[in-house]
């Protein structure tokens, strides 16, 4: 069957460290593989976007890579402040060409940057 | 506004009764997404628009629940004879026609509460 999995439910650092997320994934191909960050009662906002001949993607202090062979992306937060302490969502598009499809969404992992 | 605006923010309902949410995508989105997020809970897909083609209801879980969308405008959810179950928050999200990883923009939600 097709999943995917986020590393602990909750990850907790200390501000200034890297905060180190993981999303993998089962029985898809996916096409794009992207994040979301989603705070309390919001809904969630857009990150980041890869590629699957993508190897690794930046802005400002994200990084996220994507390893098609692990079936794996790593999602990078250096310098981690307590405002980046949210819910960080990946999801899987498997569509390809002109028509979008649905996203696949990951549980997501709970971040708590503490000062 | 620029964003996707759902509404109500919030209603109650009695179980039995009927309910339609409201979503309004971004304008020129022609890809539209119905989620549903229980508490503490990851994205549960629901039903996916796209332009003038079928819709992708695999997500609707039961017959209780259905969708409607007015070509490439406002959709509507609408759930029947609503169950306790049903309480949840209901995101609406909207993208870009073409493929380039189809980011998904999303409303606030509908905090939905069945007593």
């Known amino acids: 069957s097709q999943k995917i999995e986020q590393n602990s439910e909750a990850l907790n650092i200390q501000e200034g460290k890297t905060a180190t997320l993981t999303c993998n994934y089962t029985n898809y191909s996916p096409a794009y593989l992207q994040w979301y960050r989603q705070d309390p009662g919001r809904g969630p ?31 990078h937060i250096t310098a981690s402040q307590p405002a980046d302490s949210a819910t960080y969502l990946c999801a899987l598009r498997v569509g390809r060409g002109s028509t979008l499809g649905r996203l696949y969404f990951g549980r997501g992992t709970q971040l708590t940057v503490w000062p | 506004g620029a964003g996707v605006s759902q509404s109500p923010s919030n209603k109650v309902t009695e179980k039995g009764k009927d309910v339609e949410l409201r979503c309004d995508p971004i304008s020129g989105h022609t890809a539209l997404y119905w989620y549903r997020q229980r508490l503490g809970q990851g994205l549960e ?59 998904q923009f999303f ?7 069945v007593l």
């Open chain 1, 45 to 75: 906002v857009f990150l980041l976007l890869i590629r699957e001949n993508e190897k690794e993607k930046r802005k400002e202090r994200l990084k996220v890579t994507f390893d098609t062979t692990l079936k794996q992306s790593l999602f």
């Open chain 2, 45 to 103: 897909f629901l039903i996916y628009f796209q332009g003038n083609s079928a819709p992708d209801k695999s997500g609707l879980p039961s017959d209780r629940f259905s969708a409607e969308r007015t070509g490439e405008s406002v959709s509507t959810l609408t759930i029947q004879r609503t169950q306790q179950e049903d309480s949840a928050v209901y995101l609406c999200a909207s993208s870009f026609p073409l493929a380039g990883g189809g980011e």
């Open chain 2, 107 to 113: 409303g606030p939600g509908t905090r939905l509460t």
